[in-house]
Nanobody, 118 residues
């Protein structure tokens, strides 16, 4: 059974930093691209970042690349998303995803909520 479990979300103030984690099981983690997405109420799911098994990264926008950082630990089968200089508009549910050759993404986690206040 494939499981992707996100954690690390919560309520933070604007300007803070936060690191999200996604622990996986049931997949050959070292052969999967991993991605992070987010969805705000009433909005489409938004691509944040992707990391290949070898560690190559790509981001959804230059602004995300400047404030967010994706990384992975193949030994721990975990992917991380570091958020810095958090803004109010970063409030969303953050999801991790896995796939051999995305898109499409094959597996999704249940999401972790990040709520930002001023």
């Amino acid at each position: 059974q494939v499981r992707l479990v996100e954690s690390g979300g919560g309520s933070v103030q604007a300007g803070a930093s936060l690191t999200l984690s996604c622990v996986t099981s049931g997949i050959t983690f070292s052969r999967n691209d991993m991605g992070w997405f987010r969805q705000s109420p009433g909005q489409e799911r938004e691509f944040i970042a992707q990391i290949t098994p070898s560690g190559e990264t790509s981001y959804g926008s230059d602004s995300m690349k400047g404030r967010f950082a994706i990384s992975r630990d193949n030994a721990e089968k975990t992917v991380f998303l570091q958020l810095t200089s958090i803004k109010l508009e970063d409030t969303a549910v953050y999801y991790c995803a896995a796939a051999r050759n995305p898109p499409p993404w094959d597996y999704w986690g249940q999401g972790t909520q990040v709520s930002v206040s001023s």
